[in-house]
C-alpha cells in the first residue's frame, strides 16, 4: 500500500503524514526534505540556485540518506545529520527555485522509488507523478492565513511575513503542487491535527 498526501506549503503535511503513518505501523517519506536538503547543500557549496549543474554538484559530493523515522523524517549525508538546518527561513526562500531543476526532481523521485511499500509519501507530486499508481491520494489545503498564524509558532517572523512568504512560494510551487484528478481534498482550516488524520483514515478505510 501507498498512501499520497500532497498540499501546499504550511498546509500541515509533514505532522498529519506522521501521525497517519503511525496509526497505520507504517512508515512515511518526506519529500520535501530532500528538496530541502538539495538547497541548504547547495547553499552551502556556494552554487546559484537556479544552476542545476553547481547544485548537483553539490548534492553529489557525499552520498544523501533519507531515514523514513514515524515520529519525523531525518535526512544524512555520510555522517552528518542535516535535518536540524533544513526549516531555516533561507533554506524556505531558496527551496522553490530548486525545485523545479528537472535534474534535481529526478533524483528526489529516484530515491523515493527505491524505498519498498508499504509506505506514505507526501509532498507536492507524489499523488500525480511519483506515485500515480497509489490507491489512497489526499491533498491538504488552508488558506494563507490558517497556514501563516501555524507556521508563526515555529519562525522567529511575524504573521504578516510569513504569509506573503508563503503566497510567493505557493505561487512558485504551482506547476508540481496540482492535486491528483483522484486525490480527496481536505481543508484542514476548519479541523485541528487529530482531525485531518482521522479524516484520512477514515478515507482509507473507505476504500
Ligand atoms: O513540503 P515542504 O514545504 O517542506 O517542501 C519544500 C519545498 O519543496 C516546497 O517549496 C516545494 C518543494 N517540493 C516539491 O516541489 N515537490 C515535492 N514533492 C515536495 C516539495
Redesign the pocket.
Known amino acids: 500500500m501507498i498512501v499520497t498526501i500532497?498540499g501546499v506549503?504550511?498546509s500541515g503535511?509533514?505532522s498529519v503524514s506522521s501521525g497517519v503513518a503511525r496509526a497505520l505501523g507504517i512508515p512515511y517519506l518526506?519529500?520535501?526534505?530532500l528538496?530541502?536538503a538539495a538547497t541548504l547543500l547547495g547553499l552551502e557549496g556556494g552554487a546559484v540556485l537556479g544552476d542545476e549543474v553547481a547544485v548537483l554538484a553539490a548534492l553529489n559530493s557525499h552520498p544523501i540518506h533519507l531515514e523514513p523515522i514515524a515520529q519525523g523524517n531525518r535526512v544524512w549525508q555520510g555522517q552528518r545529520d542535516l535535518t536540524g538546518d533544513l526549516h531555516s527561513s533561507t533554506v524556505d526562500h531558496g527551496?522553490?527555485i530548486v525545485?523545479v531543476l528537472p535534474g534535481v526532481?529526478a533524483w528526489?523521485n529516484d530515491q523515493l522509488r527505491q524505498v519498498a511499500p508499504p509506505f506514505v509519501a507526501?509532498?507536492?507530486?507524489?499523488g500525480t507523478n511519483?506515485f500515480p499508481q497509489s490507491g489512497a491520494k489526499f491533498y491538504l489545503t488552508a488558506s494563507p492565513r490558517v497556514r501563516a498564524r501555524r507556521r508563526a509558532q515555529e519562525r522567529p517572523e511575524d504573521v504578516d511575513a510569513i504569509e506573503a512568504a508563503l503566497i510567493r512560494?505557493d505561487d512558485?510551487?504551482r506547476v508540481?503542487?496540482a492535486p491528483a484528478t483522484d486525490a480527496h481534498v481536505i481543508d484542514t482550516g476548519p479541523l485541528d491535527l487529530q482531525g485531518v488524520i482521522a479524516a484520512i483514515l477514515a478515507g482509507i478505510a473507505e476504500r
Open positions: 500532497d506549503a504550511a503535511k509533514s518526506s519529500s520535501g526534505l528538496y530541502r527551496v522553490s525545485a526532481r528526489v507526501e509532498g507536492r507530486d507524489m511519483v512560494r512558485l510551487d508540481q503542487s
